[in-house]
């Protein structure tokens, strides 16, 4: 994800600030992360639910050293380096971390073939539908418009909490699939109060799977405040982040 072109608060806070403390010692895995980034926060989840050691390296995402971009050349967190070889892109930092982890319990994928597959589709159709959706709804500034993408972001979570098992998305198991939605869970605040999104609009079952993901402690954990700084230039369609420009023109977030 980029980075919107103003000055942001230059560390984590709450209880993310008390995590990235509690990993600064050097590791076989150091992970690259910008404390604001929705996707960040998905690789970082991870981390912290299977207890895999890890240093945490803040990104000056104004100042981005020439290490940092030989590991990943589009200048994007999150990245990883592990035992000096580079990965980026946030669903693929936590496949890897299922693979090169193994002993590391719980997975966060189920162990049934069949269900993995299941809930990979489900993965997509986050990136698909429900990530673009809700950057479409904070971005989108003539009424008819907002309200135009906040049907089609209530549409989106109502298609995505029908298949909802109960307490999590595939029952009791707290898999990828919830990892790979939280972030945009604990910042629906702002289409809450820019946008006139309501969880109850969406239905009994989301508002219910909703507050069940955001007080998960990996999630909570990995939770900042500061996020209504971040995203206010993304309310008046003016920030400059890869994610905000492929919106405007109506591409894949990169």
């Keep these: 994800m980029g980075v919107p ?9 709450a209880a ?4 990235v403390a509690e990993h600064q010692a050097a ?14 926060q998905r690789g970082w989840i991870t ?3 299977r207890k895999i050691p890890y240093q945490y390296k803040e990104v000056n995402p104004y100042k981005k050293e020439p290490h940092f971009l030989q590991i990943n050349p589009k200048g994007l967190v999150p990245a990883l380096e592990y035992k000096g070889k580079a990965l980026y892109e946030s669903l693929v930092i936590c496949e890897f971390l299922e693979d090169a982890y193994p002993n590391h319990k719980p997975s966060m994928l189920p162990d049934d073939p069949y269900l993995r597959g299941y809930a990979r589709i489900w993965i997509d159709y986050i990136s698909k539908a429900v990530v673009p959706g809700f950057h479409r709804l904070i971005q989108a500034q003539e009424k008819d418009k907002q309200e135009a993408a906040l049907k089609e972001w209530n549409e989106a979570l109502r298609k995505f909490s029908a298949e909802i098992k109960g307490p999590y998305f595939l029952g009791e198991q707290f898999s990828l699939v919830d990892i790979a939605i939280a972030p945009w869970i604990v910042r629906d605040h702002v289409p809450a109060d820019h946008r006139g999104f309501k969880r109850e609009a969406v239905g009994e079952a989301w508002k219910k799977y ?20 971040i995203y206010g230039r993304y309310l008046r369609d003016e920030a400059q982040s890869e994610a905000a420009k492929a919106i405007r023109a109506g591409k894949v977030i990169p």
């Design 210 to 229: 909703a507050e069940q993901v955001e007080k998960r402690d990996s999630v909570v954990k990995t939770q900042s405040e500061h996020y209504e700084e």
């Design 27 to 40: 590791q076989d895995l150091v992970y690259y992360a910008g404390w604001f980034c929705p996707f960040v």
């Design 16 to 19: 993310a600030e008390r995590t």
């Design 47 to 49: 981390l912290e639910e």
């Design 5 to 13: 072109d103003e000055k942001i608060f230059p560390h984590a806070t």
